[in-house]
């Protein structure tokens, strides 16, 4: 969706960590989202953090909010061939989610 | 079993037939959406649903009509078919929290318009 934006494509190393990056454009979002898209698989949520707080962290994967730039990020530390995937940064306010148009993230050996 | 479910998996049509996806839950949801992804556009809504009796339209939803059967139940239909709406479709659904709004994404449906 035209509202966040995110880059489309990260090559990664296997054992670096992956950061991608989400910006968003409504100030009046309560909760970001970070769901996972798996080759031939729908959507599944892999966190969300609440917009009064700065950093999430849970287990390998910490998600970090500036709500001053609205720009929100994923880390993915340790990445692993089972982390490629596409991911996309989406905003809620009440019902709606917005999409962005989603990362692919390689992963090679 | 899979929470929510879609029907058909893949579909290949022809411009101006009449298609139907089907999307089942067993969430016990009340709210259930349709969306369609397409390659470096990320995931646009088409129509959603917060129960039976209440069905709003989102940001791309001529050339589509929906019906919700039922709580479980809830279909998207293609009129007449076109080219341009090849794409991934994906049934999700929802429960009121608030503002939190965590959606349960089907398996998608993809549609093919020769």
């Known amino acids: 969706g035209e509202d966040v934006e995110q880059s489309l494509f990260l090559s990664v190393r296997e054992g670096d960590s992956s950061v991608i990056n989400c910006t968003y454009t409504d100030s009046s979002s309560t909760y970001l989202y970070w769901y996972k898209q798996e080759p031939g698989a729908g959507l599944q949520l892999l966190t969300y953090?609440?917009?009064?707080?700065d950093m999430k962290q849970d287990q390998r994967l910490t998600v970090l909010l500036n709500k001053k730039d609205k720009h929100l990020s994923l880390r993915i530390a340790d990445t692993q061939t089972g982390d490629s995937a596409i991911y996309f940064c989406?905003?809620?306010?009440?019902?709606?989610?917005?999409f962005g148009a989603g990362t692919t993230v390689t992963v090679r050996a | 079993d899979a929470d929510v479910t879609q029907t058909p998996r893949n579909r290949i049509t022809k411009t101006g037939k009449r298609i139907m996806l089907e999307c089942s839950q067993t969430k016990g949801h009340d709210r259930m959406y349709w969306y369609r992804q397409d390659p470096g556009l990320g995931l646009r809504l088409i129509y959603y649903?917060?129960?039976?009796?209440?069905?709003n339209k989102g940001e791309i939803s001529d050339g589509y009509s929906v019906s919700r059967q039922a709580q479980a139940k809830f279909s998207l239909s293609l009129e007449s078919a076109i080219p341009n709406q090849t794409a991934l479709y994906f049934c999700?659904?929802?429960?009121?929290?608030?503002?939190?709004?965590?959606?349960?994404f089907g398996p998608g449906t993809r549609l093919t318009v020769l």
């Open positions: 953090i609440f917009s009064n707080m």
């Open positions: 989406a905003e809620t306010n009440d019902y709606k989610l917005s």
């Open positions: 999700a659904t929802s429960d009121k929290q608030g503002s939190y709004n965590e959606q349960f």
């Open positions: 649903s917060f129960d039976v009796k209440d069905i």
